[in-house]
């Protein structure tokens, strides 16, 4: 049985501006307020693990620790079949450049390696979220949303981030990059998780 939020404030263990938005927007309808890590001057734990979960769970655990607040962090990024699930929790390791990411450069990458493995088509991946809440007394409870698809090269369209040219969901034939970006995050991998946890947590 999932535990349910009872409490008005939830912290969202990540520093990204655009995550926090998202969820504050998506909890309104509960009266949540959302607190972002940076404005609890929180640190960024460094991810350890070798899965989405263990990552997630390092965020959110530390964070519920150091507030005495319910935290949720996320971890997302991209498996890819034919090179083992790869890059997987080294989604945006790929793009590091040490001076910046360059997801032209990751996508590449996955690109390169997929020719030299001759690997059959249509190459198939999937966009993954991990969501961890996890409560100051040490309880936690995970969601994770999927996206199945397939990647395309050369890449295609210019909105979206990360490697959204070139990855085409399931059912569609444009890359997440050139969908209308509301109709994305409808569907994203991130929706799907937010989805679980909205049922799980508050029932809704
Ligand atoms: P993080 O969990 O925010 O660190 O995300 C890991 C990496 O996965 C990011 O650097 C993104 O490039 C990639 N990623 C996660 N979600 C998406 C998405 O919706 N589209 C494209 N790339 C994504």
């Not at 609890?40 to 769970?57: C, I, K």
């Not at 034939?173 to 569907?187: P, S, V």
Request: proline residues 6%; aromatic residues 8%.
């Amino acid at each position: 049985m999932t535990r349910r939020f009872e409490g008005d404030r939830l912290l969202v263990a990540t520093h990204n501006k655009g995550k926090l938005e998202e969820m504050s927007h998506l909890l309104e309808p509960f009266g949540v307020t959302v607190v972002g890590a940076a404005e609890m001057n929180l640190p960024e734990p460094e991810e350890t693990e070798d899965t989405f979960v263990g990552n997630a769970r390092i965020k959110a655990h530390a964070a519920a620790q150091a507030t005495g607040l319910p935290a949720l962090s996320d971890d997302s990024g991209i498996t890819i079949d034919a090179l083992d699930g790869a890059p997987g929790v080294y989604t945006a390791d790929w793009a590091e450049t040490g001076n910046g990411r360059d997801f032209l450069m990751a996508m590449t990458r996955a690109h390169n390696e997929l020719e030299a493995l001759n690997a059959p088509h249509p190459r198939t991946a999937q966009f993954r979220c991990t969501l961890v809440l996890a409560w100051p007394d040490g309880h936690d409870e995970v969601f994770e949303g999927v996206v199945p698809g397939h990647l395309v090269w050369p890449i295609r369209g210019k909105d979206g981030f990360g490697y959204d040219p070139m990855f085409v969901p399931e059912g569609y034939d444009q890359t997440f990059a050139e969908m209308d970006r509301w109709e994305k995050n409808k569907i994203s991998h991130r929706a799907r998780a937010v989805e679980l946890f909205v049922k799980g947590c508050f029932g809704g």
